[in-house]
């Protein structure tokens, strides 16, 4: 799976948008880009995940470049409960042995201030 | 409609000592992947099963480790003689199928048990 770049930390007032950027500069074709959360001491969960289109559900909205090298997940309104380490991951999603396993890398604390 | 359900939350083991993490995946959920979360890092891959079926554990360790998934039951990752190192959070995902809402494998994870080696 192709290897992702992310800022370790960002600040966000609550009530703005918050822009979480990734950078996957050499994602393959057939890797879709996924965006999971982990709040404190909880599990990961899934937000929101594309291959070329943007895509937006209740969540989140995620805009992928044209040339799919970089991406930003888009927190509309953030607020406090959405302070969080987020994950951006590549990887394929239909293929044999192994496309099953999420690679996590350390994400962005993103901080979600009053 | 209960999530994925792991327990103990919290577990502390003294070094030697036998550690078993049980995991009960969602309802009507087959597959069951096991992950670990060091200090301060990402959730790194250990084991995929099916029931009675362990199908890749190239990320669990080649000593000491194990993991189970049988016809009846939670899933368990049993970790013998245990050592400060294996002081980490454990996540367990599970998923209906192959496909699914997020692409192949509509992951749900788990709560996680926090294993301290004391």
């Known amino acids: 799976d192709a290897k992702t770049t992310q800022p370790p930390s960002m600040d966000c007032a609550e009530g703005r948008a918050a822009n979480l950027p990734c950078n996957h500069s050499?994602?393959?074709?057939?890797?879709?880009v996924y965006w999971y959360r982990q709040i404190h001491s909880q599990g990961p969960q899934y937000i929101i995940h594309g291959l070329k289109n943007n895509e937006t559900n209740e969540m989140a909205s995620l805009i992928i470049t044209e040339d799919r090298k970089s991406s930003t997940l888009i927190l509309p309104h953030a607020t406090l409960r959405d302070t969080a380490v987020y994950y951006c991951i590549v990887r394929v999603a239909d293929s044999g042995a192994g496309s099953y396993q999420l690679t996590f890398g350390k994400g962005t604390k993103l901080s979600v201030i009053p | 409609n209960a999530g994925v359900m792991q327990n103990p939350r919290h577990l502390v083991r003294r070094r030697g000592q036998e550690a078993r993490l049980r995991c009960s995946p969602m309802k009507g959920h087959s597959h069951v992947y096991w992950y670990r979360q060091l200090p301060e890092e990402g959730l790194k891959f250990m084991v995929y099963l099916q029931k009675e079926n362990i199908i890749d554990e190239s990320g669990m360790p080649k000593e000491r480790f194990s993991a189970e998934f049988p016809k009846e039951g939670p899933s368990i990752l049993r970790i013998q003689q245990v050592v400060r190192g294996d002081s980490a959070a454990y996540f367990c995902a599970s998923s209906p199928t192959t496909r699914g809402r997020f692409g192949s494998y509509g992951y749900t994870f788990g709560s996680g048990t926090r294993l301290t080696v004391v």
């Open positions: 050499t994602i393959s074709g057939n890797e879709y």
